[in-house]
């Protein structure tokens, strides 16, 4: 079992930058990969940033590029999005998600709660 838990999302003005985490608990957590997803109002989640905790990247959505970027602190279990430049159409929920290593995405075993960031112009 593991158990995800995400903070740091509220509301940004345009061209504004927030952190988001993640803290992952439980005894099997290295054996999945973390990623970040996100859903937009009438919109499907889609995944934006993912990495495993030994460093490997297993994605990075080309419409986040250049602007996100995804790290993780292994000594705490968290994982990290950092959202650069933000944009109004960046405003979504954000989940953090972990996976099996090996698996897909589409195939999500855990999911946190979700954090809402909202970007105003």
């Known amino acids: 079992q593991v158990q995800l838990v995400e903070s740091g999302g509220g509301l940004v003005q345009a061209g504004g930058s927030l952190r988001l985490a993640c803290v992952a608990s439980?005894?099997?957590?290295?054996?999945?990969?973390m990623g970040w997803f996100r859903q937009a109002p009438g919109k499907e989640r889609e995944l934006v940033a993912a990495?495993?905790?030994?460093?490997?990247?297993?994605a990075d959505a080309d419409s986040v590029k250049g602007r996100f970027t995804i790290s993780r602190d292994n000594a705490k279990n968290t994982i990290y999005l950092q959202i650069n430049s933000l944009k109004r159409e960046d405003t979504a929920v954000y989940f953090c998600?972990?996976?099996?290593?090996?698996?897909?995405?589409?195939?999500?075993?855990?999911w946190g709660q979700g954090t809402q960031v909202t970007v105003s112009s």
């Open positions: 439980g005894r099997t957590v290295r054996n999945y990969a």
């Open positions: 998600a972990a996976k099996r290593l090996g698996g897909t995405w589409s195939n999500v075993d855990y």
């Open positions: 990495v495993t905790w030994s460093g490997i990247g297993e």
